[in-house]
């Protein structure tokens, strides 16, 4: 079991940035392909970025590509995402999300869920 908890969401004008963490607990962090999905009102739950156990491999979204950095310290069972230059559009509750297949962008795939963190980008 791993439980996974996310931080540092908040409110933030376009253009500025935030860093979120999600801290694992449980079984072996490093065991784990890490990503960050999110949700807007009323609409579906999409993929934003992956990380591999390792984290030498990582795959963004284009919507997030060139304005977010995933990274991994697996010392700290802890995963970030730093996100800059933020827009409106932006404004979601962002998940941590755990696989124990490594490197997959799908949410299906994706066994441990935090309770997501609320951004929300004003313009």
């Known amino acids: 079991q791993v439980q996974l908890v996310e931080s540092g969401g908040g409110l933030v004008q376009a253009g500025g940035s935030l860093r979120l963490s999600c801290a694992a607990s449980g079984r072996t962090f490093s065991s784990y392909g890490m990503a960050w999905f999110r949700q807007a009102p009323g609409k579906e739950r999409e993929f934003v970025v992956m990380?591999?156990?390792?984290?030498?491999?990582?795959y963004y979204a284009d919507s997030v590509k060139g304005r977010s950095t995933i990274s991994r310290d697996n010392a700290k069972n802890t995963v970030y995402l730093q996100m800059n230059s933020l827009k409106p559009e932006d404004t979601a509750v962002y998940y941590c999300a755990a696989s124990g297949r490594g490197s997959t962008m799908r949410a299906q795939e994706y066994d441990y869920w935090g309770q997501g963190t609320q951004v929300t980008v004003s313009s």
């Open positions: 990380i591999s156990k390792t984290g030498g491999a990582v």
